[in-house]
């Protein structure tokens, strides 16, 4: 038997460290590795009975616990799928998940019950099972785990190159596709992770973005398996909860957007928590803003900021904590197992301080989308790199600058403008939360930049303060022409903005 999947890591934790605790769930449950082990061969059982086999797929819709976990690792001990479906999705978006995959068996938490009925499609639905106890007539997963033979379980031994999950993009360019993983992927990427991060068997992580996101899949839950590591499992993310969690549990590892790091600093519990611990903060989705670095590193706190996309795992690169200030507006080097280079439209490589696409190989960049052969072809050069679709440009010592979404840059007058240096000014502005900035129509000029922001409750921001503040340190072309304050901006579950919805709303 060789084992060469990601099933294979909790057998082999179940014997190298069985006592450890491996999860902290509700109000402070714990689960050893022998314990989740135990767990995992009891859900494999009960997917063998419901007739999963090699190849089939099985989808999990609800919020962080230990049963995502336990269905994730029993689906793929079976050469199976697992799917996880983003939990903010609408019927119809859940229904060409469920119909795109073709899901033989969805487990769901029973709060998303009206959302399934209506999402299930009519042709082949999949078997529906709920967790917790179910009722009589229809067990739910616990009651199904409680009474399972482990010894039932089917095992395929799945490889490297085997898929392990279906992961749906954010669709933030149009409809979602589901981008396969396969077991080697999610290996290297989190490898990537304890060698850039130094993650140690000793880190307690606190996991407070949704684990059916594939940053906290792969970037969190994997690397923290892999090293039997302890992992505190939280539903949702609440502020005041989250620092009262980091302080009684010893956190060390914490992991978000930069309005997740907001909201901790702004929090009245923030000056009076004990936040020692934490040696290890990593953050994603765009840059971190100077007014969020300030606060942290006036804590003695400093992050460690990536860039990704589902397609990789998600890591591509990540900046080391010491560089934070000397590299700002960075997303970091490469991550160790992966390369990343920047193209001109016609496919050359260019020089250091030119923008293009970027583009990303490695052992954790996928093999393509499901049952998608033209846009996977589409997505790779003829030797085999991933167009990522965003643009960026490296400097002298390798560092990659993300400067927006190849489809977000703004050509006004002829002259092009990146939205993420914009932003990154903008978020230094005194009551801006959040920003965006999108293209809109102009007869003159083409388009125009328009700055998208929330700000806090009582600040006063409008367009003569902002243009102010990025006056003489960009070029007048880049400045907003308008400034618009909204209450939120649409995101994906990434925490990336969705501009498609901005440009709709204010360009149309």
Not at 10 to 32: E, I, K, N, Q, Y
Not at 262 to 284: F, I, M, N, R, Y
Not at 303 to 319: D, K, N, R, V
Request: hydrophobic residues 45%; contains cysteine; negative net charge.
């Amino acid at each position: 038997m060789h084992q060469h999947g990601i099933d294979a890591w909790v057998t082999r934790r179940r014997l190298r460290s069985p006592d450890r605790v491996a999860l902290v769930h509700g109000a402070g449950a714990t689960v050893t590795y022998a314990q989740f082990a135990d767990a995992v061969d009891r859900v494999a059982a009960v997917l063998t009975e419901l007739g999963v086999g090699t190849g089939d797929t099985v989808a999990y819709l609800g919020e962080n616990s230990p049963e995502f976990l336990q269905v994730m690792f029993g689906t793929v001990r079976l050469g199976a799928v697992f799917v996880p479906v983003n939990t903010r999705l609408a019927p119809p978006e859940i229904g060409h998940v469920l119909t795109d995959c073709a899901a033989r068996v969805l487990i769901h938490d029973p709060d998303f019950a009206v959302p399934v009925a209506a999402a299930l499609p009519a042709a082949r639905p999949p078997l529906v099972v709920v967790t917790g106890e179910g009722t009589p007539d229809r067990p739910g997963l616990a009651t199904l785990t409680r009474d399972a033979d482990p010894a039932r379980a089917g095992h395929a031994d799945p490889g490297p190159t085997d898929p392990a999950a279906i992961v749906y993009t954010s669709g933030t360019t149009g409809r979602a596709k589901g981008a396969v993983l396969t077991h080697g992927n999610l290996t290297w990427v989190a490898l990537n992770c304890v060698v850039d991060y130094d993650v140690v068997s000793t880190d307690v992580a606190l996991m407070i973005s949704p684990l059916f996101h594939v940053a906290s899949l792969g970037m969190g839950a994997l690397p923290v398996i892999l090293k039997g590591a302890t992992m505190v499992i939280e539903r949702g993310f609440e502020p005041g909860r989250a620092l009262a969690q980091i302080a009684r549990h010893r956190v060390t590892m914490l992991s978000g957007v930069p309005t997740t790091y907001q909201l901790l600093a702004d929090h009245p519990d923030w000056a009076a928590t004990d936040l020692s611990t934490l040696t290890k903060l990593t953050c994603g989705g765009s840059a971190v803003p100077t007014r969020v670095l300030d606060a942290y590193e006036a804590r003695g706190l400093s992050f460690s900021q990536g860039y990704g996309m589902t397609e990789a795992s998600p890591g591509a690169t990540a900046l080391p904590p010491a560089m934070t200030r000397a590299k700002q507006g960075s997303v970091g080097l490469p991550h160790f197992f992966t390369d990343v280079r920047i193209t001109d439209p016609g496919g050359a490589v260019l020089p250091a301080g030119a923008v293009g696409q970027i583009e990303v190989a490695g052992p954790n960049v996928f093999p393509g989308y499901h049952g998608l052969p033209e846009a996977t072809a589409e997505a790779f050069t003829a030797d085999g790199w991933f167009r990522s679709g965003d643009l960026g440009r490296l400097d002298d010592d390798g560092y990659l600058y993300v400067s927006g979404r190849l489809k977000d840059m703004i050509i006004s007058g002829g002259e092009n403008i990146y939205p993420a240096e914009v932003e990154l000014l903008l978020g230094e502005i005194d009551g801006v939360v959040s920003a965006a900035v999108i293209g809109v129509p102009d007869d003159r000029w083409g388009e125009v930049p328009w700055a998208v922001l929330t700000v806090r409750a009582g600040a006063s921001v409008d367009t003569g303060t902002v243009r102010a503040h990025l006056d003489g340190r960009i070029a007048r072309y880049k400045l907003p022409r308008n400034v618009v304050i909204v209450d939120e901006l649409p995101r994906t579950a990434s925490g990336k903005v969705r501009k498609a919805e901005l440009r709709a709303r204010f360009a149309g």
